[in-house]
């Protein structure tokens, strides 16, 4: 898989008092700006998302052109739907589990049965839900099996995760820098639950471009104390940023975030995000 450089030149911010691109917004030069990016078709298996997200971001005032430093936050969905990542749900025998679990909770039993095919370990089922960690690594609700905006065939049909979301993020950044001659970084984000906290945010599922995480460990903090743990999770915060702008109802599948800054070099969520089992303390 390519790994193109960052762009330059196309992408430099103007010099202070030139005029600004024609809808463009202002703002200070350490402002962080999310622009959702205009409406895309109902994305259907094998359709070509980066030139998809290529022609919203064309027709989305103020995101071109490209800076290196940006970042293309794209939701699993569409990835998911160009993917072929589809389940029709006509097609699904349940097993004695799943039908019991399902008729326990009112819940679509072929479903449950897809959740429990993808998950690799089953870390509780109650009070109707799943929490199952997938063959990514994923720890998360329902495997990441999705019937909310499915498109055609809501009702019928179900999405998965990507196969490999990292490498859907690189194929869309690779797309995007052949088209524009700059290389964003690219998210693709999914909405997760946490852990002893109500409600759902977008995180971070696959990165490409910068690195998903900040280790500022060993440097001072602002009263020149060592920190000794500090690591952001950059990717997770942009992904939460763009969620802000897209919303759940307005069918905008793509933000452009804009001043995040992220840690340049090349990195991935399985690799660098995901934690392993043996330094878990909640496993």
Do not use: C, Y
Not at 164 to 179: E, K, Y
Request: aromatic content about 4%.
């Amino acid at each position: 898989m390519s790994r193109p450089g960052a762009g330059g030149g196309p992408g430099a911010p103007s010099a202070p008092g030139a005029p600004s691109t024609p809808g463009a917004p202002t703002r200070p030069a350490d402002a962080l700006v999310v622009l959702p990016l205009a409406s895309l078709p109902e994305v259907r298996p094998g359709d070509d998302l980066a030139m998809l997200i290529g022609d919203a971001l064309a027709a989305t005032p103020g995101a071109l052109p490209l800076r290196s430093d940006d970042v293309v936050v794209v939701t699993q969905k569409i990835v998911s739907k160009a993917e072929g990542a589809i389940v029709d749900l006509e097609t699904v025998q349940p097993r004695p589990e799943a039908v019991a679990f399902a008729a326990r909770w009112k819940r679509d039993p072929r479903q449950v049965e897809v959740v429990l095919r993808e998950a690799v370990r089953v870390v509780r089922m109650a009070n109707g839900v799943i929490i199952a960690e997938t063959r990514h690594g994923f720890v998360l609700a329902n495997a990441g099996v999705d019937a909310s905006n499915v498109g055609p065939g809501s009702r019928q049909v179900v999405l998965l995760l990507p196969d490999d979301p990292d490498a859907s993020a690189w194929r869309i950044r690779d797309g995007l820098a052949g088209r524009f001659g700059t290389a964003p970084g690219v998210v693709v984000s999914d909405s997760l639950g946490r852990p002893w906290r109500f409600g759902i945010t977008d995180l971070a599922i696959g990165v490409a471009g910068f690195r998903p995480l900040e280790d500022l460990r060993g440097t001072p903090d602002a009263d020149g104390r060592i920190m000794a743990a500090t690591v952001r999770a950059v990717a997770d915060e942009i992904a939460s940023a763009a969620e802000l702008v897209l919303g759940k109802a307005a069918r905008r599948p793509a933000a452009l975030v804009r001043g995040a800054s992220p840690p340049p070099g090349e990195g991935s969520i399985r690799g660098d995000v995901l934690m392993p089992p043996e330094v878990d303390l909640f496993r």
